[in-house]
């Protein structure tokens, strides 16, 4: 018989998900609606567990743009349209190019060839497989930033990561994306291998615009779609 959960354990259910994680899921696959209100008693009913774990996710939601906060409204849930991805886009566009190139003045030779394994992994798994290509591609990046000193940026990039991969695995890669994808890092390890900041710097800026361009267009493409008459 399972003891009773500690205020702590409360924020993790039993299938290993934060309440966090469940909310944010429900918002980004629409079980949650756009301007739905957030009413704390009802969600702690839901998920089994008490009120002060759902109002720390609800927090936590409000900071990354999820949950929008009005004085004797509550709270709500934000669209999870074009906007908000080309918003998380436009800082990652201004956050990675800067941890590049701190990258490319301490990159060492093992780290070059450990970017080539990582590269050859994911040029062999060839998109077959989304959550190894995902892992594979945060080794990839993670490499580069890991050791930055500022650990805030780190942060946020990890978070933002994990927001837009939540969001583009609603849709299917295109082929071209992926060749692009490809591409893109190949350029960027030829750039860390020249010393080139600058350039490596502009190669991950266009990685990143492409990614977000592709998840911005497959959601347009989603949201005009006609539904299929039974």
Known sequence: MREPASEGDELVDDGGASIYE??????????LKANERLK?????????????????????LRGEGFVIMSPNRG????????????????????????????????????????????????????????MKHSNLDMRFHR????????????????????????ISR????????QSNVLEEHRELIACIKAQDAEGAAQAIAKHVGGSGYHIIERMRVSRHAKPVSG
């Open 22 to 31: 469940r909310l944010r899921d429900d918002i980004i696959h629409g079980r």
């Open 40 to 60: 704390v008693a009802e969600l702690a009913s839901r998920m089994g567990t008490s009120t002060n774990p759902v109002r720390e996710a609800l927090q936590q």
């Open 75 to 130: 709270a709500r849930v934000r669209p999870i349209d074009e906007e908000f991805v080309r918003d998380i886009c436009e800082i990652e566009v201004l956050i990675e190019p800067a941890l590049t190139r701190w990258f490319v003045g301490i990159a060492t030779k093992e780290d070059v060839e450990e970017l080539e394994r990582i590269q050859a992994e994911i040029e062999a798994l060839n998109f077959a497989d989304e």
């Open 143 to 166: 490499l580069m930033y890991d050791r930055h000193y500022n650990r805030h940026a780190v942060d946020l990039w990890i978070r933002h990561r994990q927001i837009l991969w939540a």
């Open 170 to 177: 609603r849709f299917p890669t295109s082929l071209s994306r």
